[in-house]
Every structure is written in C-alpha cells, then in structure tokens.
C-alpha cells in the first residue's frame, strides 16, 4: 500500500528536521490545558493517538506567549513561563516515541484577546481598533466596546522577547520544529494587515514597515534559537476583509522574510472572532474539499519554497496527489485526524475503507470555542483517550439485541461486538441506515453519505447478527432471551391536525430528499431547523421557488446546527433567492398553497404547488418502553430518547455500550 502512495509517504526534510512522511497535523484548539496553562494527561493521550496513528508531524495549537496578553481563551497552554517546560518534555516524548516530529503554534492574539481571559485588562494590538466580534458583543449587551491599547515600542520589544522566550523553551523540552502563528487575524497579522494597522511610525503604512514587527520577532527567535529549531510560518494568504491582506499582497510579505522561515502554513481568513471569516477558515460540509490548495500552490510557485495545504483534504489519495502533482510539500489534515486518528496506519495497511470519514461538521471547533475541551461527533473516543483508549473486555459475555438500525443502533452494535458481546440487530426496512439515510441524500452531503456507507459496512461487518426486513417483537425478542435489550427506534414525523394536511400537495421532507416525493416548481417548507432548510436549499439547487415560513424568528433559523455551518447554510439560501416568513403559523393547507397566521393573528396566503413538512420528530419512546419488562438491563438511545443530532445518538450508543 505505500508503493500506491509513494508521494505522500516519503520523507521530507524541513530545515534540517527530517520527516517520515508528508502528513501534518496541523494546530487546532482542544481545550486541554489546566486553567493555569500547563499539559495534562488528557493532552499527551489527545495529541499522541495521531503519533501512533502514524502522522509524521503532529502540531500542538494556538499555544500563548505569555498570559499577560497573548492569552486568547481558557484550556490554552502557557509558553511564557519555565514551568511549562516539564510537561513539554512529556508532551514530545508521547509524540516522538513513535517516530513522529513534534511542532506548537507560538501565538499572540493581540486585540483579540477578551478581558475576561486577561484578568481584567484591556487586550494590546497595533492600532485602538476593537476587534469585529468585540463590537459585536457589546452591541448585544448594550455597552461601549472595550478599548484596545496600541502598543508602544517597549511592549513591541516585551512581545518579540516573549516569543523568542517561548521557542527557546520548546527546544528544552526537546522540541525540533515551532509554527508561528502568522494568520487569522493574531497580533501578528495585525500589524502586516492594512485592515488593523493604521500606526503612521516605522511600524505602520508601507508594507516593509509592516512587515517590520514580524521579521523582528523571526530574528530575536534565531538569534535565541539558532538552527536547532525548524520554523513553519503560518499565513491567511487572502483576509477576505475591504483593506485587509489578498494573495498578492501576502506573497509580497512572504518574500520579506522568506530567509528566516523554512515552511509555510498556507490558511485564509482575516479574523478567527469574526463570524463572516469561521466558514473559510474551518470549511463546513458545504465547501469544496481541499479548498485552500490553489492558494498554496500559487504560494509555492511565487516563493519556490516548501508549503502545507491545509483546508477540508479528505483523504490519503487526495493528499498524495497534492504532492505528486507539486502542488504542496505537505499536506495538513486535521479534523480527518480527530475523526480517525489510525487513518495513516489504516491507508499503509490497505484498510482504507476501515477509516472512519469525517463529516466536517467542526462539533471539534464547535465545543473549544465555548472553552470546554475536543471532542468528535463521530469518534466518541477523540478528547477521552484517558478513559477509552483501550476499551476493555466485559466480565461477562452478555447476549445483547439492539432494536433499530439507524446510527445509534449500529453504534450500540459495532460498540458491543467489537467487545465481545454476541449481539442481534432488528431493523424493519430492507436496509440499515435509518434516519442517516436521509440526511445523507442532499447532492451536497456527500461528506455524510461517506459516512452513512461506512458506518452500514462496520455494522455488517461487525459480526453481529443482522435481521434486516424484520419487525421486532416482544415475542421474537423474548425468544432470543437477551441480558440486555437497548431500544433504538428513532423518531416519527410530526404531522399537525390542520385542514388539509393529507392532501396531495403535502409531502415530507425526508421522502423529498431521497427522491420517493416530488414538488412542483413553486414549493413552501414549513420548518426552518436545519433538515427543513437543507431541503430548501436542495430544491433552489434544482431550480424551484422555494419560501421558508416558521413559527421562529429570524435569528433562530437553521439554530439546530453549529455556527460555522449556519453562516454557509444561510448564504447559500440567500444565494439561491429562498425567501423566508418567520413568526408565522401554519394554519391550514389548501389546494394553492397554505395559510398560515402571523403575530397579530392576521391570516395570509402563500401560493405553492407543493408543502413540504418539516416540523421536527416525535420520540417513539412510549412503544420502546413498552419492551422493557422483557430483559433486565434494558436502555432507550438515540432519537427514541427524544429527537436531537447525530452527536447524541453515536456518544449515547457507545457510552453505554463500552462499559456494559
């Protein structure tokens, strides 16, 4: 299997550091760190399960200078004090122990920085600007937004000396390779980037006295380092901001300090607080796959120096073709890592189809950025190797019978299987899925369909004994006279007693993504939770005039889905002139289309050939707990326990399943 991906795993020298193969981790936010900025165990487990998985290089992120002003957010490690070097040490040694390189983001998040994080103080930048997502906050809280202290030249050189300091301390604890952190809008694209530096001394105007704190700040690291450390720079090759940082501005700063860097980190996005800049950044299922590789290869090609593409890379195949083509020298895969962090190991053994797919859903970016520590939607493991690194063998082989294929009975089966525990699965449909199926039919889920497929092939494969096409009842579940039973049933539709709603014109939104219902051309969607707002958005895809209309308001749509995205999901609705009626109710359906009643109870009319329903998901809990007098241990999971996300069902199923 390595000859098939000889590109991507071959070494690669960077400065004088070799690599065993072209994969990266890259810097992410895990949220690990003690409250006072030092390595926990949870952090070596976390960041060592993708050494052992095989990455070559493995980047610890967003790590502070110092905590006087460079501290950005709770969970984050402390570089500005000797103390942190002891667990450093630990740190590289669970990296390095098999054969992986061990980097960290050096960073400073200058105006960005809260002053709740600060203890109180006001956050330091180049210029009195308060950052966007600053402004944002207090605008909500009805105050002033807090001030920015622009930064004099004693803080300039207090800053340069903390990151000399910071690298320096890296190398002691037997570091090889730093990133900066030169991207997203931290202190130092702050002072390169027009859009935040409006300083008028040798630091501010052109782009050489801009770019002057940077190459500063990269001396005073190899002047206090020298050659012991290789320096990866990380850069937003386009800010995306009116004023801010494009392509051909960032390569002409590139070549400012080129000499001092040894690799290029190639990103985009000017402001990691702004929410118009989180989608780029962090590419939801919505964007294309390795959506930053032209910026990369462009980079390269100006520079002729090595580059990382990073950004929404799926797999192994498309990154060995990244470097096969010359396109990039390394390839970042991040989220692909915390979805499966054995994906190296599992490709360079030809289990390719065994790796478990991410969906580029950032449920990983999603926690973190509300301080609490990583986890996956789709790995239950990912943040808790601690306690799950090795799930252990029960003490009694139990005979177990899941009812309901969806994904938290297939959990619940590959869990309990892959612990020893002889297990049957009843699924009444022809074919496992459930509720997956569906939300894996829009042409733009294609992130979730290649997880829908693996998650049905681990199951059969699981060697549980699978009935497909079989209702489960209690006399057959009583024949298989099971230690426990664990209901997974999901949900139904809910349909609301209204006139007209069994007409012909009234189909559900399920039944419309996977194509067993059709619309007419001019369609309304009651329902604008996510499910109801991707099948608008598949139906605009296809042409149709498509209005939106919901009892919630404005802000509230599409509020079942993370952040990052909603701001994609909302823009492309827009994009594709769906209209929307918030603050209405669906009083009646007619032959035209429907009625609904707006908050002053007056009734308006909405024509349509076609009402789709979309109006959430009724537990069917009440006929699950009918089965419980049938075996002892007996769990209710999933969408049966009350309808939520995928989250709930795949962490339920195996929370209950690997200590059973």
Known sequence: MQKKYEYIFSPFRLGDVEIKNRIQVPPMLSCMATPDGYVTREMIEFYGSFARGGAGMVTIGDSAVDFEYAHAHFGQLNLGDDRCIGGLATLAEAVQKYGAKISIELDHSGRLSPPGVLNGKYPIGPSPIPSKIEEMAALMQGRAPNPVTEMDQAMIDEVIDHFAAAAFRCVKAGFEIVTVHGGHGQLLSQFVSLYSNKRTDRYGGSLENRARFVIELLTAIRKKVGDRLALEYRISADEFVPGGMNEDETINFLKLIREKIDLINVSVGGMIGDPRHLAPMAQPYLFPHAYNLHRAHRIKEALNMPVTAVGSIPDLKTADGIVREGKADMVAMGRAHIADPELVNKTMRGLEDDIRPCLRCNFCGERPKDFFPVRCAVNPVAGREMEYRCVPMPLKKKKVVIVGGGPAGMEAAITASSRGHDVILYEKRDELGGILRIAASPSFKHDMKRFMEWMVRKTLNSGAQIRLGTMATMDSIRGDRPDVLI?????????????????????????????????????????????????????????????????????????????????????????????????????????????????????????????????????LREKAEEFRVIAREFHIIGDCVRPRNLVAAIHEAFNITAEM
């Open 487 to 619: 209901m997974a049933m999901g949900a139904e539709p809910v349909v609301p007693d209204i006139p007209g709603i069994k007409g012909k014109n009234v189909v559900w939104a399920g039944d419309v993504d996977t194509g067993r219902a059709s619309t007419g051309e001019t369609v309304v969607v009651a329902g604008a939770g996510l499910t109801g707002c991707e099948t608008a958005l598949m139906l605009s895809m296809e042409g149709k005039d498509v209005t939106i209309i919901d009892m919630i308001k404005e802000e509230d749509i599409a509020g079942d889905t993370g952040i990052v995205s909603r701001i994609k999901l909302l823009e492309m609705l827009h994009e594709g002139n769906v209209q929307f009626r918030t603050e209405v109710r669906l009083k009646e359906v007619t032959d035209k289309g429907v009625l609904v009643a707006d908050s002053k109870g007056s009734k308006v009319e909405f024509h349509s050939d076609t009402v789709v329903l979309s109006l959430g998901m009724r537990a």
